[in-house]
């Protein structure tokens, strides 16, 4: 008997780490601590940009990795120890929301609010429902009123046409995809984006007057990836000083951890711009 409750014990303790299926799950206790520190951070500042920019600095020297693509459960995590580009986008901006949408705001706000940003409608409907291209994550989360375009405001930005189908095309390695629904769903997606025209600026464009003068802290700077299926290489937050220059805080893939750069965007883009085809800009408007 001793046994068996023993057992039951174990097999409570494990269902109550993992959370409901109504919850979202949470990668550590460790993870749930830190953030619910970061939003108090969050909290004390007096504007969105400045939470975002406060939300993002405090994410310094997270991994930059791709565990939860690799996820067999697929549902949305809180992971602080890792996270992809996108989903640091999306975490930096739920503490920021969070934080704006509630007076007394908890883990739970935060937690509702990296769904909103981070799955498609803003409902965690398993893997497929995360949205996985910065194109698709930008069109939903304009549509749903969490970002602004900016680069469509400006008189230099071109567009280039691109056509995503990554994740069907490599099945083999995302676990999730064995299932043949949540397979079927994201081909779906994917076939949505084929001919995407995505906008953009050219590289040499971030030093002129009009981008530095739409541009306000806390706004999100994508730099567009070369790669034919995929559109993303960087993704970060720009603070701006009150001299007027422009500094990055980002996922930072080639470095492998969310870094603040100590030079100028301007002189960032000289030093890195080997890298990536352009940039693009949102306002949050959370």
């Known amino acids: 008997m001793k046994a068996i409750k023993s057992i ?25 601590e830190k953030a619910s520190q970061i939003l108090e951070e969050v909290m004390e500042m007096p504007s ?10 405090a994410l310094k020297g997270v991994r930059t990795g791709e565990s939860a693509l690799h996820d067999t459960i697929g549902s949305a995590e809180i992971n602080l120890h890792e996270l992809s580009p996108l989903d640091f986008a999306s975490t930096v901006l739920a503490f920021a929301k969070a934080a704006s949408t509630s007076r007394q705001p908890g883990f739970d706000d935060f ?12 409902e965690d409907g398993g893997f497929a429902s995360r949205l996985f291209y910065s194109a698709d994550w930008t069109v939903d989360n304009i549509y749903r009123g ?20 990554h994740y069907t095309s490599h099945r083999d390695l995302y676990p999730a995809l064995r299932d043949s629904d949540e397979y079927e769903k994201v081909r779906m997606v994917e076939m949505g984006y084929r001919s995407h025209k995505v906008p953009y600026m050219k590289k040499q464009t971030i030093g002129k007057k009009d981008v530095k003068e739409i541009v306000t802290t806390g706004d999100v700077i994508i730099l567009l990836s070369k790669d034919s299926d995929g ?13 007027g220059n ?15 750069e100590n030079v100028s965007l301007e002189r960032f883009f000289k030093l890195a711009g080997q890298y990536f085809a352009g940039y693009r800009l949102l306002h949050p408007t959370l």
């Open 8 to 32: 039951i014990t174990l097999v409570v303790g494990v269902l109550c780490f993992a959370n409901s299926p109504a919850e979202v799950r949470v990668h550590c206790e460790a993870d749930r």
């Open 48 to 57: 969105s940009g400045e939470r975002i920019i406060a939300a993002a600095r």
């Open 111 to 122: 937690a509702d609010s990296f769904v909103n940003l981070s799955r498609r409608r803003g």
């Open 146 to 165: 969490n970002l602004t375009e900016l680069t469509d405001r400006l008189p230099d930005n071109v567009f280039r046409t691109r056509s995503f189908d």
């Open 231 to 243: 559109d993303i290489q960087d993704i970060g937050f720009i603070e701006k000083t009150p001299d």
């Open 246 to 260: 422009m500094y990055l805080i980002h996922s930072n893939p080639s470095g492998g951890f969310v870094k603040e």
